[in-house]
């Protein structure tokens, strides 16, 4: 969905959130190295020294897409999901992957943003702001396979937290299968590897 520009004044809050939505499509489209702030600003309706008054730098506003933009939304809706599943384990991992098959469906550019950050992943501060996500990501889901490895252990055995980043491994398959099969055959297969149990 492309962002047409303002056509009635924004306050401070709206604009930067105006200019996080148009450039999370802009590097999702192209790439971090190649879209230009110039680009932004065009897209968004505003001057280049406009960006500059929210944003230190293309970095501050890749880094606020990133966080903002993906991260908390993602972070947010998981915590919330905790809350009502705490008690079941393997409800909440399935609700967790069907809160992200969500999201690449109904939000294609944060889900592409998400997946291309691995090519940003040069720069040190972009790279820590990813491992940081896919930490807490991890770090939770490990927790979960923990408790459910402890009443019914996998057979082969496999450390918990190597069975978390095969789960949140699974984030990128689901942008990759939706760009490669966008029609409603390519989502029925993704909502079938998520509907899983850990074990038969």
């Known amino acids: 969905m492309s962002s047409p520009p303002p056509k009635t004044r924004m306050g401070s809050s709206e604009r930067r959130q105006h200019l996080i939505d148009v450039s999370i499509e802009l ?9 230009t702030t110039a680009q932004i600003a065009e897209k968004a309706g505003v001057s280049e020294a ?10 501050a506003l890749f880094l606020a897409c990133f966080q903002e933009g993906i991260a908390d939304y993602l972070i947010g ?28 469906v109904e939000r294609p550019m944060q889900a592409r943003f998400l997946a291309l950050t691995l090519t940003a992943s ?6 820590r702001a990813l491992h940081d996500f896919l930490e ?3 770090k939770t889901v490990a927790q979960v396979c923990k408790r459910i ?10 450390h918990p937290r190597r069975a978390a980043w095969l789960f949140v491994g699974h984030y990128y398959t689901m942008v990759v299968l939706k760009e490669l099969f966008p029609k409603d055959a390519g989502v029925k ?6 509907d899983f149990s850990l074990r038969p």
């Open 50 to 59: 406009i960006i500059y008054r929210h944003f230190k730098s293309k970095k």
């Open 149 to 158: 490895f402890k009443d019914s252990p996998p057979s082969p055995p496999i």
């Open 27 to 35: 590097f999702a489209r192209r790439s971090y190295a190649t879209v």
């Open 122 to 127: 040069y720069d040190a501060d972009i790279s």
């Open 77 to 104: 809706r998981y915590r919330k999901l905790w809350v009502t599943l705490k008690d079941d384990p393997r409800g909440y991992l399935r609700a967790v992957g069907l809160e992200y098959f969500r999201f690449v």
């Open 136 to 138: 807490i990501n991890v």
């Open 189 to 194: 297969t993704v909502k079938e590897m998520i």
